[in-house]
């Protein structure tokens, strides 16, 4: 054997050993700041991930749409581009249908009942229901639960006939304002303010956290302890990438995963509980409760929504949301 053959198989034997000691670069990126339970649950998982695997994984957090927006996410993801996002549940829409379920009204009792539906065999399948389309579910991640707020108390559906009520751009939501004869109107959310603020709109719905940071309750006389709906994230991944990983570090990842997004939900109602009590201290808006029998007539008042939807998002996912209201 020639010396020079040596050398080469020296040198590549060096490459390969080179190549190999590369960690893998997991790029998660998302639309929001550190401080959010989103953003402290990216930057949970990063370290628990890297500690997990030194040397061998290292996760590269983006917030605030350092690298792509709430627009180009889910292309980036596709194109990998990046290996990790979290959107919103209702942008999901044209991957899949059966997510709806967590748009529809008055659907869930409160965020523990959300929890026990997402742990659920059901809650579970949904993560992969878009394997098809390239996407993964790694979780499921709270932002927390929607209050209704407007200009008059909203105790009852009735309350709300006439009025004019801000709505991201959902289907469902829209049809749950027509069931109780308001007028849904699709807004950007940066516009929210001023349309509340100037009368173009009367009512809306957002979780605490969104309530507070965007100052709602500065032109918002009433809001409802109606916990009607959930606002949630889904954490997913692009499924070719995730498969294509090593089993153990798919394992560790997986399990990282788990754990991060334990820490980002507590965070999310911890804050969801903080954000509910400085509105009460500002004293600009008066928090109202909903009684059992109120959350009754509005759930009521809400069976056709959910029966419209029940063929694209399926009777039995239904059915096993509403079966986590009771444990």
């Not at 998302?30 to 890297?50: I, N, R, S």
């Not at 979290?86 to 009792?109: H, I, N, R, W």
């Not at 939501?173 to 109780?180: D, S, T």
């Amino acid at each position: 054997m020639s010396l020079r053959f040596l050398a080469v198989a020296a040198l590549l034997a060096v490459a390969q050993a080179t190549a190999s000691a590369q960690p893998i670069v997991i790029k998660y990126s998302h639309v929001v700041a550190d401080q959010t339970p989103k953003g402290q649950a990216a930057l949970k998982f990063k370290e628990l991930a890297e500690k997990k695997f030194p040397g061998k994984v290292e996760v590269q957090v983006f917030p605030n749409s350092q690298l792509f927006g709430d627009g180009k996410e889910m292309e980036a993801l596709l194109l990998g581009d990046v290996q990790i996002i979290a959107p919103s549940l209702a942008k999901f829409g044209k991957y899949t249908p059966k997510l709806q379920v967590f748009d529809l009204p008055f659907l869930f009792d409160d965020i523990a009942a959300v929890d026990r539906f997402q742990a659920s065999p059901t809650g579970q399948a949904l993560l992969n229901s878009m394997t098809k389309k390239g996407i993964k579910g790694l979780g499921y991640l709270h932002n927390g639960m929607k209050q209704l707020s407007a200009n008059k108390p909203l105790h009852l559906p009735e309350d709300a006939k006439g009025l004019k009520f801000r709505i991201q751009s959902s289907d469902v939501l829209e049809a749950q304002f027509k069931a109780v004869g308001a007028n849904p109107q699709k807004l950007a959310f940066a516009e929210v303010y001023q349309a509340l603020q100037t009368g173009v709109v009367d009512g809306t719905e957002n979780p605490w956290s969104n309530t507070y940071s965007k100052k709602f309750y500065e032109v918002q006389k009433f809001i409802m302890d109606s916990e009607h709906g959930v606002l949630d994230y889904m954490v997913i991944t692009n499924n070719k990438w995730w498969e294509g990983l090593p089993a153990d570090i798919r394992k560790g990842l997986a399990e990282a995963m788990t754990e991060s997004i334990a820490y980002g939900n507590k965070v999310a109602f911890i804050e969801a509980a903080n954000y509910r009590q400085k509105v009460i201290e500002a004293k600009k808006a008066e928090v109202l409760p909903m009684t059992k029998e109120e959350i009754k007539q509005w759930r009521a008042a809400m069976q056709p929504v959910w029966k419209k939807f029940e063929p694209e998002i399926g009777k039995d996912i239904i059915a096993a949301a509403l079966k986590a209201n009771n444990p």
